[in-house]
């Protein structure tokens, strides 16, 4: 019954900013702990962010600086902000949500091109 719908993604130019989303449904959100999931092109899928039911945050190398991984616990959303966009970050990007299982959301694709 859990269900998480992401959105936010698109086709931007190296340097631009874009805010994925992931919204869920039927779950108490503060319990869960939360991450950001990529998979570029040909690659295998990869660990960008991740903050824990206590709010403890974890990022990428290639990512810290630029990525900020934060939660709106009383409409259930996930959010990745998302600045200074590389050609490097293009990839599909997946939410995953998770307590005594995990929950995946449907993925969005992030194009970062001149």
């Known amino acids: 019954q859990v269900q998480l719908v992401e959105s936010g993604g698109g086709s931007v130019q190296p340097g631009e900013s874009l805010r994925l989303s992931c919204a869920a449904s039927?779950?108490?959100?503060?319990?869960?702990?939360e991450a950001w999931y990529r998979q570029p092109p040909g690659k295998q899928r990869e660990l960008v962010a991740s903050i824990a039911s206590g709010g403890t945050t974890t990022y990428a190398d290639s990512v810290k600086g630029r990525f900020t991984i934060s939660r709106d616990n009383a409409n259930n959303i996930l959010y990745l902000q998302m600045n200074n966009l590389k050609p490097e970050d293009t990839a599909v990007y997946y939410c995953?949500?998770?307590?005594?299982?995990?929950?995946w959301g449907q993925g969005t694709q992030v194009t970062v091109s001149s």
């Open positions: 995953k949500i998770g307590r005594y299982k995990d929950y």
């Open positions: 039927n779950l108490i959100f503060s319990l869960y702990s």
